[in-house]
């Protein structure tokens, strides 16, 4: 880190002496599985710079932002709408963890079949380990799965009453077209309530302008990884998919750009980061947060390039934008709506539009296999996965379905299987 943050974080009643000890074992699950990686792009370098600084500068951006008055505003899922947010001048961060962080004390609130991202939600806040979850005004859940709906109601007593959730329908009928419109504009009224500030058309129009380039940055990464072969590692877009929900939209925009310009420079000159023809793996299932690599690091380090991700962090997140042409409030709010319904969770029944986006993804990125990532306990994706085996079949592409948590425990089986898979697919071996 570029200098010494303990007294910002000791003010934001952090527990400093095991906070030293998760960073360090960040730092080196960095430099073991990133910094190693061969043939990266030059434009990785923010992106690196941006962790080494996860709770440092970006922290003390957020921290300034508060002091000007504006409001920090918490998510853990890709439902709550950012341009709300951005439109009354607040900060948007992705609060969801991906570490086993705080396990022992989670599990004294929730029960051990609990999936991995809820008990590191409540670990990392439990274990006082998170700067973000402490600088938020309010933190936005939602009721998509059960085990999250109900853990909410438990981490709203940790957070002293800052949260809030919002109704997301189970179904896309008109019925409930109508109910998450309405949780739209409850939503906007409640940002309205504790920013002190209104929503107008034009602001409205600002925050959706600045959250499309960033969808737009992002699709533009997503569809020069179609190139054989990739110009960029499955690790590092993976990297860039999940820095997206926490750093300046505006700045983290310009980078992604400036990194997918030489991405387009090595297409043209066909230099990537694995030899022509080396197998390529589509991940599709449970989100990954921060800093969960796991999958990624096995698959690439067994000789394969992950070339895009069916995932909240990943295509769920970017794949559709908001239609910015509306000249009323009301109609603005209705353009958010119908844009949030657009992803497809499995917490959604029925989902078959998820299966057409797999389908179609695969065959873009030109996927040789498919490895379908649930987390464990993470009933919506596990059981899906079943669908997407049939998707699978009838493209006949060759489907891995994988049920992990973010312990180590596992590496070494899942390194067998997932070998097992390559090999099955007769390819090559990366450079
Ligand atoms: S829109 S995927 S970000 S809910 S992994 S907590 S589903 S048991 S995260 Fe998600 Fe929104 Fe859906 Fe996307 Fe539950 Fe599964 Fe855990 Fe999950």
């Known amino acids: 880190m570029s200098k010494d943050y303990k007294q ?18 960040l730092s080196d699950a960095y430099t073991n599985i990133y910094l190693s990686q061969k043939n990266r792009p030059e434009g990785m370098k923010y992106f690196d710079f941006v962790i080494s600084e996860v709770h440092g500068l970006r922290i003390e951006e957020i921290v ?48 051990r079949n609990t999936c991995a991202l809820i008990k590191a939600f409540m670990g990392f ?49 008109q019925d409930d077209k109508a109910l998450w419109l309405n949780e739209v504009q409850r939503f906007s009224a409640k940002l309205e309530e504790i920013s002190g500030k209104k929503i107008t058309p034009e602001k409205l129009k600002e925050a959706s302008k600045v959250v499309n380039e960033k ?37 983290f925009t310009a980078k992604v750009n400036e990194l997918c310009d030489e991405l387009t420079e090595r297409v043209k000159t066909g230099k990537g980061v694995s030899a022509k023809g080396s197998p390529r793996i589509l991940i599709s299932g449970s989100p990954m947060a921060i800093p969960n690599w796991k999958i990624h690091a096995i698959v690439e380090g067994s000789g394969a390039t992950i070339v895009g991700e069916e995932s909240c962090v990943g295509e769920r997140n970017f794949a559709s934008l908001m239609d910015e042409n509306f000249s009323s409030l009301n109609e603005g709010l209705r353009n958010i709506a119908d844009r949030y319904l657009t992803i497809n969770c499995a917490c959604f029944t029925p989902n078959d539009e998820r299966l057409t986006d797999i389908e179609t993804i695969a065959k873009r990125v030109k996927a040789d296999g498919i490895l379908h990532y649930a987390i464990q306990f993470c009933t919506p994706y596990m059981i899906e996965a079943t669908k997407v085996k049939k998707v699978a079949e009838k493209i006949k592409m060759p489907l891995l379905r994988i049920e992990t948590d973010y312990s180590m425990e596992d590496m070494g089986q899942l390194k067998t299987r997932i070998e097992a898979f390559l090999e099955m697919m007769g390819k090559g071996a990366r450079v």
């Not at 910002?8 to 074992?25: K, T």
């Not at 402490?134 to 109601?153: F, H, N, P, S």
């Not at 992002?218 to 990297?239: E, K, N, V, W, Y």
């Open 125 to 173: 806040k439990l274990a006082g380990l998170c700067p973000y979850v402490q600088t938020a005004d309010l933190i936005v859940g939602e009721t998509t799965c059960d085990g999250k709906k109900k853990a909410y109601e438990l981490f709203d007593e940790m957070m002293n009453g800052k949260v809030y959730v919002m109704e997301i329908p189970n179904k896309k009928g």
């Open 215 to 251: 969808r737009k940055a992002l699709q533009r990464l997503a569809s020069l990884r179609s190139a054989d072969p990739s110009p960029i590692s499955g690790l590092d877009a993976l990297l860039v998919n999940q820095v997206a929900f926490y750093d300046d939209p505006l700045r």
């Open 64 to 111: 300034e932002a508060k002091k000007q008055g504006r409001k920090v505003i918490g998510t853990f899922c890709v439902y709550v709408p950012e341009e709300l947010i951005l439109a009354v001048d607040g900060v948007c961060i992705g609060l969801c963890a991906g570490a086993d962080v705080g396990t022992d004390e989670a599990e004294k609130y929730i029960p």
């Open 8 to 25: 910002m974080w000791s003010d934001l009643e952090i527990n400093l002496d095991a906070h030293d000890g998760l960073l360090g074992v």
